[in-house]
């Protein structure tokens, strides 16, 4: 059925490996099943979506056994149009880095299924909420199983409208859908590039959009290097606006008006790490492009680095837990980028498995802790661990995986982050990403002081979430405690290492450092992450500020800096006076007159000219010309008539007198000439 | 039985004045200012026409010219003459503005027709002479022609001449 | 006698017909130039029928003879309708058919 006319399979056994293309089939099928029968069915259709992509997690874990097992790369496609030598084509292509993308996108979302089943019951829309969802998960798949550019942009554009779907979901209000507008332009403007980059490379690789063949052409030096630097400063425009870097990371913690459940799939674990996958994915192209080899700092480390850091900076001053989380994922993001944007591929791509599962776990978290509040403020909160146990117990091992402590999950892929750049040759992003890691610890430990511990602020009476809630909590608090352990390197163990490598067929040559494990800077940034909770703590917990300190942030300079971080640098207005202002304003003034004068004044001047040649033809041609031709042969004609009809006098003997002197000419005639 | 040519001179003497006398009439005729003048110039030239038909021994027809033409034609024009009440003294309105081109045309035609009978017959040798003249009248000649051979045409004539009679009347009749 | 002068002589009458025709201004002259013109043909036709020896000649001058005289005698009537109507047989004057 799937006919490869020009399968590339590496291995005689692929076994089930060559079936990937379900994983994505049976959540679009779960779609379409919830939107047509969803009404009818008793639970209102989640059933569909929870089986679709219960289905899928199990198929993607049996996918990711055969590849560890085989290691066989699946590469196929299918023909469904040519143009020329161009084809278009639909493929799937199975490696390491394709199978984690399946199993974090299958498990998180499964868990945001069962857990919407609860968050969500009794919602004015919960079916269409679960249809998006189902749709979402497929596009997500389909996205990460493209073997070409065309296929990844077709599941790029999907996963932006689903969560345009779905950040608007409560579309009543107007800050909802107004954020899902901003979400969906912000995206946008990156999105230009990265089609822009696409195209590029399409051309450059003669006329082809096979990543495999794309990269492979790129490490062997057979594209120009001005045009793999045009085309990853392109793509890398679609990766800042999908995986919100600077400065188009303004869509993101608006995006959080979206139900919990959403930001916790979309906007944490699975479509903001799109950018982050299309990197990883390729990275030939980036890594050629933007020189990563040569160290120091390239594009994109220098905007991942301020990343990192401008969010972090960010959660510090945020009220609503959510917010918190959203400027999390951002800074994180950074990271992710910024271990791609230095050499550690691994690296990046470990940190966004890792990040996946306890981000989700966060947002589920606050999720439970929003449902039972009925606020999303942090000021309305305090003192839940005794209300919410679960909750918290869950929501502390987040946070410690967040802020990278050992043994969980996030120290080992930080680590390995700061150990990438410090061994690539870029201090700065070494300095920043300590940096970070004390900022993220710290506003961490102010949102869980905040949250769980104190006295109860608001004024409801705030209780444990159901099971549909905890359960999922649990499952993913799982891995954020133990993922990290298959790639320990500290212990030996870089299972993730083997599983996911990066490895382009063709470009064998090709190799990406791996580096041993450095305990002197595991151990800088495990102290710094325990200072920056100590501080929050200080601060939150035991109210011990120094008297010096007390109050300084409303003062002075910090309190300017205050003042700037509370208008998120200005941004907003950045954009929306200056930018759509600018557009809206003078711009379309200039365009307007530019119509008006000069392209009426051309279309105008044409039409009058031709009315003019017209009238000329009139006049002159026809009237004149023609006219006085015909009617001069006419006149010329009766004027002829006239003369000779002086001929016919009427009087006979004229015309005998003509007669007779023709007979005598014709005789004389008849005398010469014989 | 033919005759010789020398045996006419006579008859040339005699053809000679009478055509003379034709032509300075028949000039009479279209030059006279007097129309009385110029019919009875006519008469003189229709005369000598009588007169060469009997040097041709043709009497019969000279004697029929002289009755018909001379007899009734004449009368006719005299009486045209009157009754269209033509100014019957010398007029210079007879002669229209066309008579030098007239003039001329009738010289070129007479040029034309002189020259080719000239070059055809010539005025000696034998092709200049080949008149028969016979001794006995024709009469008989003519008479079996006309009511022999030419009767249809005769009768025809006769036709001919009993619409003109009736025309005429019908036409001149004053009602 | 040669043909050739009564030829001549023949010719000569029928030109001077031909200038009364188209000279003369008056109907009755222009009728009595074409009586002229008519006897020409007629010595013609007298000569060549005494040269040839044949009867034919003479018989067709009689016939012209005749038609002579009706033609005359219809010419005239016409002269004098015009003169009725017109009260002047001027044929400068007649050219209703003037284009």
Redesign the interface.
């Given at each position: 059925m799937f006919l490869a006319t020009e399968a590339v399979t590496h291995a005689a056994e692929a076994g089930i490996a060559e079936k990937a293309w379900l994983i994505p089939l049976l959540p679009a099928l779960s779609f379409f099943v919830i939107l047509f029968f969803g009404k009818k069915l008793p639970k209102g259709g989640s059933e569909s979506g929870i089986l679709a992509v219960g289905l899928s997690f199990v198929l993607s874990v049996l996918v990711a056994f055969d590849w560890i097992t085989n290691h066989t790369v699946v590469d196929q496609h299918w023909v469904w149009w040519q143009n020329g030598h161009a084809k278009i084509t639909i493929g799937q292509h199975v490696d390491g880095l394709t199978v984690m993308m399946f199993v974090v996108v299958t498990f998180v979302s499964l868990m945001v299924h069962i857990y919407s089943t609860g968050y969500m019951h009794g919602d004015v829309r919960f079916t269409y909420f679960f249809a998006a969802l189902s749709l979402f998960t497929a596009s997500m798949l389909f996205m990460c199983l493209a073997d070409n550019l065309l296929q990844l942009l077709v599941g790029w554009e999907l996963v932006g409208l689903c969560s345009f779907m779905l950040i608007g979901h409560w579309f009543e209000e107007k800050n909802n859908s107004s954020a899902a507008l901003k979400a969906f332009f912000t995206t946008r403007v990156g999105d230009v590039g990265l089609m822009l980059g696409i195209i590029t490379l399409f051309f450059a690789a003669e006329e082809t959009f096979h990543i495999d063949t794309i990269n492979k052409l790129a490490l062997e030096h057979e594209i120009g290097h001005g045009i793999l630097v045009a085309s990853a400063v392109l793509l890398f425009l679609g990766v800042m606006g999908k995986s919100a870097q600077f400065p188009l990371h303004i869509w993101l913690p608006d995006a959080m008006a979206g139900p919990t459940p959403v930001s916790a799939l979309i906007h944490a674990a699975t479509m903001v790490v799109a950018g982050v996958y299309l990197v990883a994915r390729v990275y030939g192209v980036f890594w050629e492009g933007f020189s990563i080899e040569a160290g120091g700092l390239n594009w994109m480390a220098l905007i991942a680095g301020i990343t990192m850091i401008i969010a972090a900076a960010l959660a510090f001053v945020q009220d609503d837990i959510k917010r918190v989380l959203a400027y999390s994922t951002v800074s994180q993001l950074g990271y992710m980028v910024a271990a791609l944007s230095v050499g550690a591929w691994t690296a990046g791509v470990f940190h966004l498995f890792t990040h996946a599962f306890f981000k989700a776990l966060l947002f589920l978290g606050s999720g439970s802790v929003i449902h039972a509040v009925h606020s999303n403020n942090m000021s309305e909160m305090g003192g839940l661990k005794k209300y919410m146990p679960t909750t918290f117990t869950t929501f502390i091992i987040g946070t410690l995986a967040l802020a990278g402590i050992f043994p969980l999950a996030g120290f080992w892929s930080k680590d390995e982050i700061l150990l990438g750049a410090m061994e690539g040759g870029y201090p700065y992003i070494l300095i920043l990403g300590l940096i970070g890691a004390f900022m993220t610890a710290c506003y961490m430990g102010r949102c869980v002081f905040l949250t769980f511990f104190g006295e109860y602020r608001g004024h409801g009476h705030p209780h444990e979430s159901p099971r549909s809630m905890t359960v999922p909590l649990i499952l993913l608090a799982i891995p954020s405690v133990g993922i990290g352990l298959i790639n320990a390197t500290a212990f030996g163990i870089d299972n993730f290492t083997r599983w996911v490598p990066f490895h382009i067929p063709g470009a064998e040559h090709f190799h990406l450092e791996h580096h041993d494990f450095n305990p002197a800077l595991a151990g800088l940034s495990l102290g710094v992450a325990i200072t920056g909770l100590l501080v929050a703590a200080m601060v939150y917990y035991w109210q011990n500020v120094p008297a010096g300190l007390r109050g300084a942030t409303d003062r002075g300079l910090l309190r300017g800096l205050k003042t700037l971080l509370i208008e998120k640098y200005y941004l907003d207005h950045l954009f929306v006076g200056g930018v759509v202002g600018f557009i809206k304003g003078p711009l379309a003034r200039a365009t307007y007159w530019t119509n008006q004068k000069i392209i009426d004044g051309i279309v105008n001047a044409v039409g009058s000219g031709t009315r003019i040649v017209g009238r000329f033809t009139y006049d002159v041609l026809d009237q004149k010309g023609v006219d006085g031709i015909v009617n001069g042969i006419g006149v010329s004609a009766s004027e002829t008539g006239g003369v000779l009809r002086l001929v016919q006098s009427g009087r006979v003997q004229q015309y005998a007198l003509m007669l007779f002197a023709a007979v005598g000419l014709l005789g004389l005639a008849l005398i010469f000439f014989t | 039985m033919p005759v010789i040519?020398a045996e006419?001179a006579g008859?040339?003497v005699a053809?000679?004045i009478i055509?003379l006398t034709?032509?300075a009439a028949?000039?009479g005729?279209?030059t006279m200012k007097n129309?009385v003048h110029?019919?009875l110039a006519?008469v003189v030239?229709?005369a000598g026409?009588a007169a060469?038909?009997v040097?041709?021994?043709?009497e019969?027809?000279g004697i029929?010219?002289v009755l018909?033409?001379i007899g009734?034609?004449i009368v006719?024009?005299l009486?045209?003459?009157m009754?269209?009440?033509?100014p019957m003294r010398k007029s210079a309105?007879?002669?229209?503005?066309?008579?030098v081109?007239?003039?001329l045309?009738?010289?070129?035609?007479?040029g034309?027709?002189?020259?080719?009978?000239?070059d055809e017959?010539?005025?000696?040798g034998p092709e200049?002479?080949?008149?028969?003249?016979?001794t006995p009248t024709?009469t008989t000649?003519?008479a079996?022609?006309?009511f022999r051979?030419?009767v249809v045409?005769?009768e025809a004539?006769s036709l001919?001449?009993l619409?003109?009679?009736i025309?005429?009347?019908v036409?001149?009749r004053?009602d | 006698m040669p043909v050739t002068q009564f030829v001549l002589l023949s010719a000569f009458l029928f030109c001077t017909g031909v200038y009364g025709v188209l000279a003369r201004r008056n109907g009755v002259l222009v009728l009595m130039s074409i009586e002229l013109m008519l006897n020409a043909v007629n010595i013609n036709l007298v000569a060549f029928s005494a040269r040839l020896n044949d009867a034919a000649g003479q018989v067709f001058a009689l016939f012209v003879i005749a038609i002579a005289a009706a033609e005359v005698g219809v010419g005239l009537a016409i002269v004098l309708l015009i003169y009725r109507n017109r009260v002047g047989v001027n044929l400068d004057e007649i050219d209703l058919m003037k284009g």
């Open positions: - | 040519l006419y008859q040339n053809f000679w055509a034709m032509a028949a000039i005729v279209v129309i110029a019919a006519l030239v229709l026409v060469q038909y040097l041709l021994q043709a019969f027809l029929v010219q018909i033409y009734a034609v006719l024009f009486f045209g003459i009754l269209t009440r033509a309105e007879y002669d229209n503005d066309q008579r081109l007239a003039g045309v009738a010289v070129l035609i007479f034309v027709l002189a020259y080719l009978l000239a017959f010539g005025f000696s200049a002479d080949k008149l028969h003249l016979t024709q000649a003519i079996d022609s006309i051979t030419y045409a005769f004539v001919l001449l619409a003109a009679l025309g005429a009347i036409l001149a004053r | -």
